[in-house]
């Protein structure tokens, strides 16, 4: 984030990756707990200003220190003000594209001028990023699977997280099992990041025993089993606390502060459901 911003300054995707990223480091590391990495990680995915973003780090041991904001006047003219309505709604449109009926219809590949896909920044794609980037979609969300196989050698993960567009993997490091290293994947993986110490008798879960259609399944209804009405962030977790494997599904709406989330195995079988209680 820029040095030069304030707090109330648009928060990009890009800012809402890095903190999402500190969050992972910080669960990694013993400073959050499962929950209080679950919720912030919700946050900073719905994040409106980068002073929303600061404050869900601002209590965290950061190896990196956050740049400062400096609050400033806003002084926009309303030509530009009228640019980031058109921006943000074009935002809200796009997100709402995924649900349900978009379970058989994933968003194809970008491409160059000669037909080679490519990733972000323009380089040509390796083959193993062939494919849907849209991950709450059967096609997308295998894509990410053969892809964890085909980049890592293995389909076995100390933590996956999944968002509509991106996913965060965390794995033992190699020849260092108390280490754990992480990967961001957004059409293509970046990484290997230092997501810190780990316990090496923590159990791993394997990605290839995923029903991917049931769970996606949960993941599309989740606001309506959860009593979350239109949810602002759906996210999944694949891992093992110790009791199993399990898909821990959230549902949340960042506007009215309803959110719930369900555990299923990863044959789709729900094991509990935490819905939100109305009063």
Same mark, same amino acid.
């Given at each position: 984030?820029?040095?030069?911003r304030s707090p109330r300054t648009r928060a990009r995707d890009l800012d809402r990756t890095e903190v999402c990223g500190r969050l992972d480091t910080a669960y %990694?590391?013993?400073?959050?707990?499962?929950?209080?990495?679950?919720?912030?990680?919700?946050?900073?995915? %719905?994040?409106?200003?980068?002073?929303?973003?600061?404050?869900?780090?601002?209590?965290?041991?950061?190896?990196?220190?956050?740049?400062?904001?400096?609050?400033?006047?806003?002084?926009?003219?309303?030509?530009?003000?009228?640019?980031?309505?058109?921006?943000?709604?074009?935002?809200?449109?796009?997100?709402?594209?995924?649900?349900?009926?978009?379970?058989?219809?994933?968003?194809?590949?970008?491409?160059?001028?000669?037909? !080679?896909?490519?990733?972000?920044?323009?380089?040509?794609?390796?083959?193993?990023?062939?494919?849907?980037?849209?991950?709450? *979609?059967?096609?997308?969300?295998? *894509?990410?699977?053969?892809?964890?196989? +085909?980049?890592?050698? +293995? +389909?076995?993960?100390?933590?996956? !997280?999944?968002?509509?567009?991106?996913?965060?993997?965390?794995?033992?490091?190699?020849?260092?099992?108390?280490? %754990?290293?992480?990967?961001?994947?957004?059409g293509g993986f970046d990484g290997p990041g230092n997501a810190g110490h780990r316990d090496p008798d923590d159990p791993l879960v394997d990605l290839a025993a995923?029903?991917?259609?049931?769970?996606?399944?949960?993941?599309?209804?989740?606001?309506?089993?959860?009593?979350?009405?239109?949810?602002?962030?759906?996210?999944?977790?694949?891992?093992?606390?110790?009791?199993?494997?399990?898909?821990?599904?959230?549902?949340?709406?960042?506007? !009215?502060?309803?959110?719930?989330?369900?555990?299923?195995?990863?044959?789709? !079988?729900?094991?509990?459901?935490?819905?939100?209680?109305?009063?």
């Open positions: 984030m820029s040095s030069a %990694a590391d013993g400073q959050l707990d499962s929950d209080e990495h679950c919720s912030r990680t919700a946050a900073a995915s %719905a994040a409106k200003t980068l002073g929303e973003l600061r404050d869900l780090v601002d209590d965290l041991q950061l190896e990196k220190p956050m740049p400062d904001l400096r609050e400033r006047a806003p002084q926009r003219p309303a030509r530009s003000r009228s640019r980031v309505v058109v921006a943000v709604a074009a935002l809200v449109l796009l997100g709402a594209g995924f649900g349900i009926g978009r379970l058989t219809a994933p968003s194809p590949s970008p491409v160059g001028p000669d037909g !080679t896909p490519v990733v972000a920044g323009g380089a040509p794609a390796a083959p193993i990023v062939v494919g849907p980037t849209a991950l709450h *979609t059967p096609a997308g969300l295998r *894509t990410l699977i053969d892809g964890v196989r +085909t980049e890592l050698g +293995t +389909t076995l993960v100390a933590d996956l !997280t999944v968002y509509p567009d991106y996913a965060s993997i965390d794995v033992p490091a190699p020849g260092a099992p108390a280490r %754990a290293q992480s990967y961001h994947y957004k995923i029903d991917v259609d049931k769970i996606l399944g949960l993941l599309a209804g989740a606001g309506q089993s959860l009593n979350v009405e239109n949810p602002t962030v759906h996210y999944l977790i694949v891992r093992d606390t110790g009791t199993g494997p399990e898909v821990a599904i959230y549902a949340t709406n960042n506007d !009215t502060g309803q959110s719930g989330y369900l555990e299923a195995k990863p044959d789709g !079988t729900i094991i509990g459901v935490h819905a939100y209680e109305r009063r």
